[in-house]
C-alpha cells in the first residue's frame, strides 16, 4: 500500500485510537484482509488460464469514501475483479493535513495467481 506523505493518515474501521505507525501497519493488514475475504477469482479468466499482478489506483477523499478507482492489469477481466475488490472498501476516516480532512491517493496490488492440483 503507497501512502502519500501525509501527517495523519486515513484511518481503516477498527483502527482508531493508535499510534502512528500502528495505524498505518494495521491499515496495510486490514486492507490484505479486505482483499482475501472479497477476493473472487473470475471463472473466465481460469478457464483461460489468465493470472498475473493488477495495480489498483484509488483516492480515500475528505469523507473517508473510496473514489476515483483505477486499474492496470494483464487483461480487462482481472482489472474489473481487482476494481470490485477495491470499491468494497468501507469508509475509513479520511486523512489530515494541518488538521483539516484531504484526500489521498492510494496503490495496491492484487496478485491473480492459481495452484495446480
Known amino acids: 500500500v ?10 481503516f474501521p477498527g483502527c482508531e485510537g493508535l499510534s502512528k505507525i500502528e495505524t498505518k501497519n494495521c491499515f496495510q493488514k486490514k486492507m490484505q484482509e479486505h482483499v482475501v475475504k472479497h477476493f473472487n477469482y473470475p471463472q473466465m479468466a481460469l478457464d483461460m488460464g489468465m493470472q498475473g499482478r493488477v495495480s489498483v489506483v484509488f483516492i480515500i477523499d475528505a469523507k473517508g469514501y473510496i473514489t476515483g478507482v483505477r486499474s492496470r492489469g494483464p487483461d480487462k477481466i482481472l482489472e474489473e475483479e481487482a476494481e470490485r475488490i477495491v470499491k468494497k472498501l468501507p469508509q475509513m476516516k479520511p486523512g489530515k493535513q494541518r488538521g483539516k480532512a484531504v484526500k489521498v491517493a492510494y496503490a495496491i496490488p492484487i496478485f491473480f495467481k492459481f495452484q495446480d492440483g
Do not use: F
Not at 503507497?2 to 484511518?11: G, K, N, S, T
Open 2 to 11: 503507497a501512502l502519500a506523505v501525509i501527517e495523519d493518515v486515513p484511518v
